[in-house]
């Protein structure tokens, strides 16, 4: 086993996966998640439970953490209301890798609070799904000193495929907002087009292969079809559960618009998007994957 003691917490629909193949990798991995039935998932490969997150980080040398939002993450490390956060427990030169999505500010917030107390702390959110997430294909993109990047590399090439270094602390983040912003909108784009497509009694199938090998070819369309039937292992062929929530995607298009008027860059199919991914989501669709957003667009039913 490697001598490398990592505490993973956030055991979720990403981090579970990212956490097993770190484990089934022979790092000592010592997890932590408020869901006993994702600890449980995790420990079947090997990995340790621990009953807090602060009990997770006893002995770290490496802290990992793939939550929801700017607030959890804050509040894990940071803490809050009179509660400590991990950062008070950790000692001097322990490295910090938060996987989670956030704002770019939050990420900065984490990095210079952890530079006060001497510790290395990333910010590398994630590309590639929960299939990527399974399959150790995932693309980091990492904010952060190139040092604690060194560090982190041979634990990040066990999770996935493609490292990027954006830049410094929060680089990350912004790297991760604007490709998230440009997949929610190719989501909304492509199902369109299938669904005018069907409308005009082509099979989507069909369709599909042909704007794969044309100029219409995109991510969508070759890992994630939003039409159930067309592909298998994708949300869309398990009633649209699993992957990435309807909500997650419009958690962080907001934060991509925040951003996008804090610099007053234009983005106005990314709001657009938002608005489309909020209505689909006030309908009652926030927990199925992003990718039903298809179902608002041909007016039937939810799954």
């Known amino acids: 086993m490697s001598t490398t003691r990592i505490a993973f ?20 991995v010592q997890a932590f998640d408020l869901d006993a039935a994702a600890c449980a998932r995790v420990a079947e490969h090997g990995a340790r439970i621990a009953e807090s997150a602060l009990a997770a980080v006893e002995g770290a040398e490496v802290v990992i953490s793939m939550l929801p939002a700017s607030r959890h993450v804050e509040s894990l490390y940071l803490g809050g209301a009179g509660e400590p956060g ?13 996987c989670s999505t956030i704002a770019p500010a939050s990420a900065q917030k984490l990095a210079e609070a952890g530079k ?8 590398a959110p994630v590309s590639g799904g929960t299939a990527g997430a399974a399959a ?12 604690a990047l060194a560090r982190a590399e041979p634990i990040l090439d066990r999770m996935g495929q493609n490292i990027f270094h954006a830049g410094g602390a929060g680089a990350g983040q ?9 997949l929610g909108i ?30 219409g070819a995109n991510w969508v369309l070759e ?17 649209y559960s699993g992957g990435f929530g309807t909500d997650l995607m419009l958690k962080d298009l907001g934060l991509a618009l925040e951003a996008a008027i804090a610099k ?22 926030g927990g199925l994957d992003f990718s039903s957003v298809i179902t608002a667009l041909e007016g039937r039913p939810r799954p």
């Open 136 to 147: 150790g294909t995932l693309t980091f993109m990492v904010g952060g000193d190139e040092s």
């Open 264 to 285: 007053r860059a234009p983005v106005p199919l990314g709001g657009l998007a938002e608005s489309l991914y909020a209505a689909h989501s006030a309908a009652g669709n």
């Open 174 to 182: 912004s790297a991760k907002l604007c490709n998230n912003m440009l």
């Open 186 to 215: 190719l989501m909304i784009g492509t199902s369109e087009a299938l669904n005018l497509g069907r409308s005009l009694g082509l099979d989507p199938a069909v369709l599909a292969g042909i704007m794969k090998k044309s100029s």
């Open 223 to 239: 890992k994630y079809n939003p039409v159930p039937g067309v592909m298998d292992n994708v949300p869309a062929a398990r009633g």
């Open 9 to 28: 917490i956030g055991l979720g629909n990403m981090g579970g996966p990212m956490a097993i193949n770190l484990a089934r990798a022979s790092f000592a």
């Open 116 to 123: 006060a107390r001497s510790l290395a702390v990333l910010d």
């Open 86 to 98: 991990l950062f008070d427990a950790l000692p001097a030169g322990t490295l910090v890798i938060d």
